[in-house]
């Protein structure tokens, strides 16, 4: 059974422009969070999603927007990049109340 | 607004020492908490998970407990070994919410 998967591993982007993170949730998860963590602190809540709706939202600007496929699938985008969302990007997928992780992406603006 | 607060910020270790590490939460109405592992640069790995009507959860040399009048919970590795080492995560779900809130992790390291 494939646990959480994320793509891309990596990414490199210029301030300002617009980025998409995609994640794909253990098998049989409906939900889907998103997490920023920056290095050296706990992950922060961008928000969550559950049969294609944004369900909680963290405290994020409206730069950070999502989307859940039918698939339960879901993606990630961040616009108007800054230098301060470098981080790395976590997806969470859950069932019950369990949250399960995946390996995130790394993503740097320059 | 839910704050989690881990002690120590590191710990190192000899291999074999048994070892506590400390999580608190502020606000003591919680659904579950939530105990990870994480590797540099990786993502996290569930540990354990209690809910907030438990007192403590085992898995393997991994104890957790949970005191949720006092805000406190703890993780208490047994006999541990150099593949313990990596930064470990406490995070609490508040009753009504859905979002975990981490606290900032220990990063531990056990010497062979």
């Known amino acids: 059974d494939a646990g959480v998967t994320q793509s891309p591993t990596h990414l490199i982007k210029t301030r300002g422009q617009q980025v998409t993170l995609r994640c794909s949730p253990k098998s049989g998860h409906d939900t889907v969070s998103w997490y920023q963590q920056a290095l050296g602190q706990g992950p922060q809540f961008i928000f969550q999603y559950y049969e294609e709706e944004e369900r909680q939202r963290g405290n994020f600007p409206d730069r950070f927007s999502g989307h859940q496929f039918p698939n339960y699938s879901s993606e990630l985008n961040v616009n108007a990049l800054l230098l301060g969302d470098s981080a790395l990007y976590l997806c969470?997928?859950?069932?019950?109340?369990?949250?399960?992780f995946g390996p995130g992406t790394r993503l740097t603006v320059t | 607004k839910q704050e989690v607060t881990q002690i120590p910020a590191a710990l190192s270790v000899p291999e074999g020492e048994n070892l506590v590490l400390n999580c608190s939460f502020t606000?003591?109405?919680?659904?579950?908490l939530q105990w990870f592992r994480q590797d540099p640069g990786k993502g996290l790995t569930s540990l354990l998970l209690i809910q907030s009507s438990q007192r403590e959860q085992t898995s393997g040399r991994l104890n957790a407990s949970l005191d949720k009048s006092s805000g406190r919970s703890t993780l208490y590795i047994a006999a541990s070994q150099p593949g313990d080492s990596a930064t470990y995560l406490c995070?609490?779900?508040?009753?009504?919410?859905?979002?975990?809130?981490f606290g900032s992790g220990t990063r531990l390291q056990v010497q062979p």
């Open positions: 606000d003591s109405a919680i659904y579950n």
């Open positions: 995070a609490v779900v508040d009753t009504g919410r859905r979002a975990l809130t």
């Open positions: 969470a997928s859950s069932w019950g109340d369990e949250q399960y």
